[in-house]
């Protein structure tokens, strides 16, 4: 068994390769590069919509609703809302590939009202996405794109739920953010804005303003990711003695920066400087509270450029009154913009309103960076920077590009054999591949098959962002077995069967030995083909439609069914007879271009030697 409603296999790194593209981010580390955004080449696949997402004013949701949006861009491209000021680079890329609405300072009704007339909303930590905000969408949105790393301020859950992407620019302003978290050090650290401040008041306060050095010092990098790692270089090169807390930071990465990483007791109680560079998440929100700055060595100063989430600022201001905490630097508040906060009018506390992100290298570079995220999405892609969706190399998804089309339809076709009134509950795919599970990634054909089942039964738009997710919401439990199959490990998959237990069918034949709904396909020079249903082999192109016959297997049937059909209009595309043994059952799968009307079937179903048979709509 590989895996039940969880992904099989999960590639924790992806490797993209190198493409010469006019948009290629060059604050990207070396090592890594972006696919080519607009290039014809590129695999495309619609894992992200099902409708077509260029294709907007389609939609039913929006004919009924007269929108300032629809009337100022009435052309088939997307929309894109911008809510909070983005970098000139990244919206030219935007403009050049779809209309671009910059409204800044919505308010949260402005925001939903306006949002279900655009495909794709980017934002930086100003702007809350919220639950309602993806309920006033109503299916239109596809991404939301995070201009920056934290995505504290977008509702993960309720995008998800939504089947709405969520990407984000991890990369371009870390840099920016760890210079700003050493500016605050130093500047806090030798009394720069306070004593400023006392200057352009007229005074000269050479005693008041005296500092504490800093070489020597310990300080505690609390969250050794991208910025703390960048702190901890800088501050060793003013010659601090650098220890870091991170539960999940590698020890390898820490030592070859001559960072020693320790407990989080251990760091906040023999550190002279903390610096604080972890997410807002449920397990660090308030996590410097009461407890923890009584812990604290007294006088610690403290720098805060992550979140103002991670620190219960009631529990600081007692501890700066107290003088615990000497001194406090915050570029980062619970509530941004704070409202009459003590803090802020401290006068220990060195504050700026979160400007770590906020250099004109770092604005540019993050907004290429979500803009390339945000247009891949909409055209298709699977991004690198994805939140809530699992990350799949293009390499990856080129060759699965004609399973994801195969897993659909045999999805498709297994539910519409299921009898009315049978509740699905079970559906096991079985791939059969000479690949070694671990380089099987099945996450994409999954969602297919659950896209291809769910979806003619229920109004749920299902994509790799909610396939799992609605599933598992309608009780769908989606197992999953593979099968070495002694073929070419040059393709994923030699087939891939489908079976759906416990239900009766409308079409009894398709049910195998073991009483399961049961249809295999595999893919024959690139395209998808029916090559198994219940225990009859066939061998069918699947598109347009299907007819699927079982008759007593005698001479004469595939010209009495053909004529049926040649002479009703309906054009037959394939044609693919199997049997069990020689004069007993056989049964025809026909590819039809059309949908036979209803006399037409009645004609089939006539035929003395008929014994079942069923249109299937692909
Ligand atoms: N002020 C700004 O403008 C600004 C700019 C950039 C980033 N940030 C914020 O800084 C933070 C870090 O950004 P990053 O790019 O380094 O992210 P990152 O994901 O690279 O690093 C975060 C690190 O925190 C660690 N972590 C998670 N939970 C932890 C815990 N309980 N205790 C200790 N460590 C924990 C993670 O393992 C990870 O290594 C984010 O919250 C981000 O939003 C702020
Ligand atoms: O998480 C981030 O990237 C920073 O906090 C930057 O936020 P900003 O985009 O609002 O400046």
């Given at each position: 068994m590989i895996a039940s409603t969880v992904p099989s296999s999960s590639k924790s790194s992806i490797n993209l390769p190198t493409y010469a593209t006019?948009?290629?981010?060059?604050?990207?580390?070396?090592?890594f590069s972006v696919p080519p955004r607009f290039s014809p080449s590129t695999p495309r696949f619609q894992y992200l919509t099902i409708t077509n997402v260029l294709k907007t004013e389609d939609s039913p949701n929006l004919s009924s609703t007269a929108s300032n949006l629809d009337s100022i861009f009435s052309n088939s491209k997307p929309t894109i809302l911008v809510s909070e000021k983005l970098g000139d680079a990244g919206l030219d890329l935007l403009k050049s590939f779809a209309n671009v609405d910059c409204s800044y300072n919505l308010s949260p009704d402005d925001l939903c009202s306006k949002i279900s007339m655009c495909d794709a909303l980017i934002v930086r930590s100003g702007t809350k996405v919220n639950r309602q905000v993806f309920e006033a969408a109503k299916g239109r949105l596809k991404v939301v794109g995070r201009?920056?790393?934290?995505?504290?301020?977008?509702?993960l859950q309720a995008a998800t739920e939504f089947g709405c992407l969520v990407v984000n620019a991890p990369t371009a302003n870390t840099i920016a953010a760890a210079e700003h978290a050493i500016a605050l050090l130093s500047a806090m650290a030798r009394n720069v804005a306070q004593a400023d401040a006392s200057m352009k008041a007229g005074k000269w306060q050479r005693n008041k303003y005296v500092g504490v050095s800093m070489v020597g010092k310990t300080l505690a990098i609390m969250g050794f990711g991208k910025v703390g790692s960048e702190v901890a270089r800088r501050a060793k090169g003013l010659g601090m003695h650098v220890v870091a807390h991170d539960p999940y930071a590698p020890a390898d990465r820490a030592r070859a920066i001559g960072v020693e990483l320790i407990s989080f007791d251990q760091a906040i109680s023999t550190a002279d400087f903390i610096s604080l560079h972890m997410p807002l998440t449920p397990t660090t929100s308030k996590v410097f509270n009461d407890e923890t700055f009584s812990k604290m060595k007294k006088g610690v100063r403290i720098i805060n450029v992550a979140r103002g989430g991670v620190i219960d600022e009631d529990a600081l201001l007692k501890a700066l009154d107290s003088g615990v905490v000497a001194q406090a630097a915050l570029d980062?508040?619970?509530?941004?913009?704070?409202?009459?906060s003590k803090l802020v009018h401290h006068e220990n506390v060195t504050a700026t309103p979160?400007?770590?992100?906020?250099?004109k290298e770092a604005q540019e570079g993050v907004a290429v960076e979500i803009a390339e995220a945000v247009v891949g999405a909409l055209q298709g892609e699977l991004s690198a920077t994805a939140v809530n969706a699992p990350m799949v190399a293009p390499e990856v998804l080129s060759e699965l590009a004609p399973y994801v089309a195969l897993t659909e339809k045999l999805g498709r076709l297994a539910v519409q054999l299921v009898a009315g009134g049978s509740g699905i509950k079970s559906v096991k795919v079985v791939y059969r591949s000479a690949r070694d599970p671990d380089d099987l990634d099945t996450r994409l054909v999954r969602a297919m098959i659950v896209k291809g089942i769910i979806e003619p039964i229920s109004d749920s738009i299902i994509n790799l962002v909610n396939a799992d997710f609605i599933a598992k919401q309608k009780g769908l439990q989606i197992s999953e077995e593979r099968v070495f199959a002694n073929s070419s490990p040059g393709c994923p998959f030699d087939s891939i069967q489908v079976q759906i237990s416990n239900v009766k069918s409308?079409?009894?034949?398709?049910?195998?030995?073991?009483?399961e709904i049961s249809v295999e396909g595999r893919v024959k020079y690139g395209t998808p083909h029916l090559t198994r249903v219940g225990s009859f082999g066939v061998d069918v192109s699947l598109e347009g439609n299907l007819i699927l016959c079982r008759q007593v297997d005698q001479p004469g049937m595939i010209g009495m069914v053909g004529g049926i059909l040649g002479m009703n209009n309906v054009n037959v595309s394939f044609m693919s007879v199997g049997r069990t043994v020689r004069g007993k059952k056989a049964i025809m799968a026909i590819g039809v271009d059309e949908e036979p009307d209803k006399s037409t079937l009645k004609k089939i179903g006539d035929v003395a030697a008929v014994e079942e048979f069923v249109f299937l709509g692909l």
């Open positions: 006019p948009f290629k981010s060059s604050f990207l580390p070396s090592s201009a920056g790393v934290g995505i504290d301020n977008v509702d980062v508040f619970t509530e941004e913009p704070p409202k009459d979160h400007l770590g992100a906020s250099t409308k079409f009894a034949s398709a049910l195998s030995d073991n009483d």
